[in-house]
Nanobody
Framework: QVQLVESGGGLVQVGGSLRLSCVAS????????MGWHRQAPGKQRELVGI???????MYVDSVKGRFTISRDGANNRILLQMGSLKPEDTAVYYC??????????WGRGTQVTVSS
């Protein structure tokens, strides 16, 4: 089994930056991809970005050029560097991972609020 824990959320002004972290534990050899989703109140959860075990990255169009996903040393920790933040970036951000079995595992989320 795999468990995920997010951290780094908070309150930031328009145009500011935040860095989110996600740490995976357990059977991490079964992970084929890790990434970030976000969900605002009353809205559906949406993909933000992913990174595969081979290092491929992809992002939703609305964050391209502003957000960067990366690994921090070991394969069990990923970062989401967020810059030029906008009020519409306000959401709960969830780390997730896809396993070799096809199952998905989710963290509990971290709140990001961008003030205007």
């Amino acid at each position: 089994q795999v468990q995920l824990v997010e951290s780094g959320g908070g309150l930031v002004q328009v145009g500011g930056s935040l860095r989110l972290s996600c740490v995976a534990s357990g059977s991490i050899s079964n992970i084929v991809a890790m990434g970030w989703h976000r969900q605002a109140p009353g809205k559906q959860r949406e993909l933000v970005g992913i990174i595969t075990s081979s290092g491929q990255k992809m992002y939703v169009d609305s964050v391209k050029g502003r957000f960067t996903i990366s690994r921090d040393g070991a394969n069990n920790r990923i970062l989401l560097q967020m810059g030029s933040l906008k009020p519409e970036d306000t959401a709960v951000y969830y780390c997730n991972t896809r396993l070799r079995s096809g199952d998905n595992v989710w963290g509990r989320g971290t709140q990001v609020t961008v003030s205007s």
